[in-house]
C-alpha cells in the first residue's frame, strides 16, 4: 500500500535522483544497431549473442502458473538462454528496480508491471529505447510512439456478482447503482481500485467522483485489500457484489464453479501492463529476445490461454466468449502510463481519505 502511493507521489511530488543528461547506455546502442539488420540477419545475430550472455532476467507482476508457462516455451525455444523471473505486485517491482539501480545495481533486464508507475522509472532515466519489430502488430493504444514501452496484456476491470445472493434481474447494470438502499452494506470495493477510480475520474471529474465515493461509504462499501482475494470472498458468498475486479480472475474462478457474473460498465475501464527493458541491462540481447517473444504471436497465446486475459495484438482473440469485448460490443476506455501521471494526484488523494482507512 505505501509503496504504491509513494510510487505514484515520485511522479509529480519528489526530485528525481538520475540526471536526465546521462549519455546513453551501451545496450541501447545494442538495440538501435538491431534496428539497422534485415529481419533474417537480425535474428540470427540476435539469438547468438543471447545464447553467449546465457541469461535474462525478467521482473515480472504475472501469476506463477503464467510466468513458468512463458518461461518454459522460451527455453524450449532457446536453448542456453535461462530465464529467470522474479514475480511481484506492480509496486514491489518497480520498488525493487529503483532501489536497486540507487545502489548503482543493474541486475533486471525486462520488467513489466502496472501501468501507474512506468512514469516513475521513466522519469528516472531507467528504461531503455528499444522498438521491437513485434511493435507493428499492436495499435497506437498499445504502445508509445518512442519506443519505450509495449502492453504486454490488457487488465480489464468489472463489476460481478454472486449469482446464488442476486438473481440477474436484480443485478447492478451500473456503478451508481449501488448507492441505491438495497446494497447497503453488501458489496465490496478494493482499496486500491486505480483502473475504475482513474475511468471515473477521467470521465466525471474529481468533484463526481468525490460524491461517488462519499455515497458508498455512506452505503456501507466494505473495503477490501487484493483484488483476488475479493473475487475469492464474493465467491464465498461474503457480500453479494464488487464495484471493482478482474475480469480475467473473475472468469477463472467461474470455470471452477464459483457462482459469479460479470457486468461490463459503461465504459469498462482497462490498462495496459506495460512492458520495457532496464537501460543499463546486463544482458541486453538476450532482452530483446525476451522481449520479442513476450510479444509474438506464440508468447501472446499463452498468455490468453493459461490467464484468459487480453492481448493488445493484433488478430488474437480471449479464449473464453465471455470475455470477447468486441464480440459483445463493449465499450472499454484504456488507461496508459500517462494517465497515472495526469490523474495521480486525485486518485491518491480521495483512496486516502474514503478507502484506506476503512
Sequence with gaps: MRGRRSLLAWVFALPLFFPSGAPAAEPEEIWRQLGKLSGEERQRLLVSKAKEEGEVVWYS?????QGEALREEFERRYPGVRATIWRGRGEAVVNRFLTESKAGKFAVDVLSG????LPVVMKANLVGRYTSPE????????KDREG????????VAVIAYNTRLVSKADAPKKYEDFLEPKWMSSFAIDRNPDRAMMVWLKTWGKEKTEKFLQGLVRNGAAVRSGHNLTVQLLCAGEFKAAIEVYAFRVQSLKRQGCPVE????????????PI???KRSPHPYAAALLMDYLLSDSGQRILVDKGLMHSGRQGIQP??????LEQRRVKTLLLVPVDGEKLGKHY?????????NR
Design 61 to 65: 507482476t504475472l501469476a506463477v502458473e
Design 114 to 117: 502496472s501501468n501507474e508507475n
Design 135 to 142: 511493435r507493428r502488430f499492436y495499435s497506437d493504444a498499445h
Design 148 to 155: 519505450y514501452w509495449t502492453s504486454l496484456v490488457d487488465v
Design 262 to 273: 460479470i457486468v461490463f460498465p459503461d465504459p469498462t475501464p482497462g490498462a495496459v501492463t
Design 276 to 278: 520495457y527493458l532496464g
Design 319 to 324: 479464449k473464453v466468449p465471455e470475455l470477447d
Design 348 to 356: 491518491l488523494e480521495l483512496q486516502s481519505r474514503y478507502l484506506l
